[in-house]
Each structure stands twice: as structure tokens, then as C-alpha cells.
């Protein structure tokens, strides 16, 4: 070959794959960084060594404080998938940020709680942020709601911000404030309110967790109701809590998406779990709640002495998340620790000690955080 020519190698992608379906998962962790292409393929071959269900719950984000946050694996399988990718303090060019909601890989953030109308977009997997405009509307602790998609074919994200306030237990009408990437504009709309009930302002203690977005209806959790908006729409109402639930402590209960099912999970009083299922969800009429399972809190920390120490079983449970995407296993965080518990073969296992005192750690917030085929550009 003469000085100066290049010589380009085809290799079909069933080589590529097959080669790659050889070598440790340390090495694939590696060569994902080398173009799109092997990112998928890495990312199938992933889901076949480990049967990995859609979403895969990552971790967790986890709000300690007003401005610091850490992050916990949810298996020992999952540092191997991201490597040393994943930017796990949320901190960069030395900014504290305050986390606001999860979505599909990303985080939506506030430089300070104190600036509610300053919203980002950040990627943890990247390390890039992408600056929302400032809302048209000041709201004071408003209620908020995010959904990110990915079309992965051509690479592009987009996502949507809804939040509206309450500011009267009874109020005939509600502001919703939207804002949508693809026109890159804040939105807002007056709507009727139809509650059987009074609505409650959200306070900063209630868990993070508690809702969500499914076909574009976002939910929230409201003390004694659950509130919707359907963004298509554009229409809100509420639906009823299991059982006539009336109130409950902010984190003794989580609400949620899990095996595609709107659950809702409580053990207000008690050291028993109950969780139901909502069928037929989002109908208005014909929605129903179902009891689900249930789960003796006491039982699982006598079971296991070596998380909890010896005692009489009897602890608060601080925060509660479902998995997304199997509906038998729920996260527990008790005494300072994190556990996941399954349903159906009654094991528990820790995923996360934090490590101080659980009184430490009674306003923690947790996020779950799926798994984004690593690494999405913002």
C-alpha cells in the first residue's frame, strides 16, 4: 500500500456483535463511548445476560439536603453497565442543585429551592445541562410534573414541564404552567376544578416520589386525593384514595407507576404495608382500586437482624418507591437504610446504608433512576 492511502475495513454488524457478546462487561463498559451503533449493540447485549425488564431501575438519587444529594446503586450489576460514566454527586463547575423530579436518565433541577422559577435539564450520564427559560408565572412550592422522551433513531430528546399551585382548599378554578422543548416556550392555562374534596398546597416534606406521568395525564399526590391533568386534553380533576384514606404522613406512603400499573402504597399508623392497584386508569368513571399486597414491616426486621440490629420489629418507614417496571418489588428505607423487598419470594436485600443516624435521615427524598441505553445526549 502506498504511503499516504487509507484502507477502510467493512465488518457487518453480526461480527461486531458476536465479538462483542464475548468480552467481560468491564471491556463493553468501555467501548460504548465508540459510536451509536455499539452503544446499542452493548445495550442489547446487556438486556440478554441479565433479562433486565424495561425500564431498568439504575439507582437512586437521593436528596439528603436543601443542596446535596448523593446516588446508590440499585444491584451490584449496575456499576458494570456505566463504568465510571455516571456523574453521581449531580455537582458541577462547583454548583449546588437541587433535584426537582426524574425521567428516563434525566434529572430536572433548580440551582437553589429558593428560585422556583429557574429551571435545568440535566444528564448525569454526560454531565450536560440545558437551561429552561424563566417561567412567566411565580408559584410558591408549586406542584410539578416532568416527562423526558428519546426518539432513538435520530438521537433527539424532548421533554415537558407542568406545575401549578394551590393556594386556597377550595378553589373553583387552577392555573397549569407547561412548558414543552420542542417550542421551547412556558404555557399557561386556566382550568375548572372538579374535586369531590379540598385540595392542599404542597409542602416540602411530602415524598418526591409520589407521582408521575402515563400517556401524557400527569398525577400527584394531594393528601386526601389524587390529582390529574390530563395535558391533551387540557382538562384536571382528582380521584378518591383507596379505602377512604383521608390523610396521611407525607412519608408513610408513595404513589406510582410500576409494571405499567398506577399503585399507591401505605402504612399510615401501622407496621403493616398495604398497597393497591388502580384499574382502569385513566378512566374517570370507571377507575377502581384493588388491594395489591401486603407487607408486616415487623416481620421483615425481625427476619433480618444484621441490617436492623435486634429488636421488638417495630420502625417508621421513611420513604417508600416502587420499581418501574416489576410490580412485586418495592424499595423501604428503615433506620438509615435502604432495602428492596419481593413480594412473591419474601427476600429482602440491602441495596444502601447511609451510614449516620436514621433521625439523620427521616427528611432524605429518594428518585428512582432508569437506565438510558448510557450515554443520551442532552
Known amino acids: 500500500m502506498k504511503r499516504g492511502r487509507r484502507c477502510k475495513l467493512f465488518v457487518c454488524e453480526e461480527i461486531i456483535i458476536n465479538i462483542l457478546n464475548r468480552l ?7 467501548f460504548k463511548c465508540i459510536s451509536k451503533n455499539w452503544r446499542k449493540y452493548i445495550a ?19 436528596l439528603e439536603k436543601r443542596s446535596q444529594s448523593c446516588f446508590f446503586y440499585s444491584s451490584k450489576e449496575s456499576p458494570l453497565v456505566i463504568g465510571s460514566s455516571l456523574d453521581e454527586s449531580v455537582n458541577f463547575i462547583g454548583e449546588k442543585v437541587y433535584i426537582v423530579a426524574s425521567s428516563n436518565g434525566f434529572l430536572l433541577c433548580n ?40 426518539d432513538e433513531d435520530h438521537g433527539i430528546v424532548s421533554f415537558t414541564i407542568v406545575r401549578y399551585v394551590i393556594s386556597e382548599h377550595y378553589q373553583s378554578s387552577i392555573t397549569i404552567e407547561s412548558f414543552s422543548s420542542e417550542i421551547n416556550v412556558w404555557t399557561d392555562y386556566k382550568l375548572i376544578v372538579d374535586v ?7 409542602l ?24 390529574i391533568y390530563d395535558s391533551v386534553n387540557k382538562c384536571f380533576w382528582a380521584l378518591e384514595l383507596p379505602e377512604n384514606l383521608f390523610f396521611y404522613y407525607p412519608r408513610s406512603c408513595c404513589l406510582g407507576l410500576s409494571g405499567g400499573e398506577l399503585c399507591f402504597a401505605s402504612n399510615r399508623w401501622t407496621t403493616t404495608i398495604t398497597c393497591w392497584r388502580l384499574n382502569n386508569f385513566p378512566s374517570r368513571d370507571n ?36 420499581h418501574p417496571a416489576l ?21 429482602t436485600e440491602l441495596v444502601y446504608d447511609f451510614g449516620v443516624a436514621w433521625r439523620k435521615t427521616k427528611c432524605y427524598k429518594l428518585f428512582s433512576y432508569d437506565w438510558p441505553q448510557w450515554p443520551r445526549l442532552l
Open 111 to 150: 440551582k437553589l429551592r429558593s428560585r422556583q422559577r429557574v429551571y435545568y435539564v440535566y444528564n448525569p450520564a454526560t454531565r450536560k445541562r440545558l437551561d429552561v427559560p424563566k417561567t412567566s408565572i411565580s408559584m410558591d412550592d408549586p406542584y410539578i410534573g416532568f416527562t423526558c422522551k428519546v
Open 196 to 202: 369531590p374534596h379540598a385540595l392542599y398546597p404542597s
Open 204 to 227: 416540602d416534606g411530602t415524598s418526591l416520589s409520589s407521582a408521575g406521568v402515563v400517556d401524557g395525564i400527569f398525577f400527584w399526590l394531594n393528601y386526601t386525593l389524587i390529582t
Open 287 to 322: 377507575a377502581k382500586w384493588v388491594i395489591k399486597y401486603v407487607i408486616n414491616v415487623a416481620t421483615v426486621i425481625k427476619k433480618y437482624p444484621k441490617y436492623f440490629g435486634v429488636g421488638d420489629g417495630i420502625a417508621k418507614v421513611q420513604n417508600m418507591v416502587f
Open 44 to 62: 442489547e447485549i446487556y438486556r440478554r445476560r441479565f433479562q433486565w425488564p424495561e425500564p431498568y431501575l439504575l439507582g437512586f438519587f437521593c
Open 327 to 347: 410490580p412485586h418489588i418495592l424499595y423501604l428505607q428503615i433506620k438509615g437504610k435502604v432495602i428492596s423487598y419481593d413480594v412473591k419470594t419474601r427476600k
Open 24 to 30: 467481560p462487561l468491564k471491556s463493553l463498559a468501555k
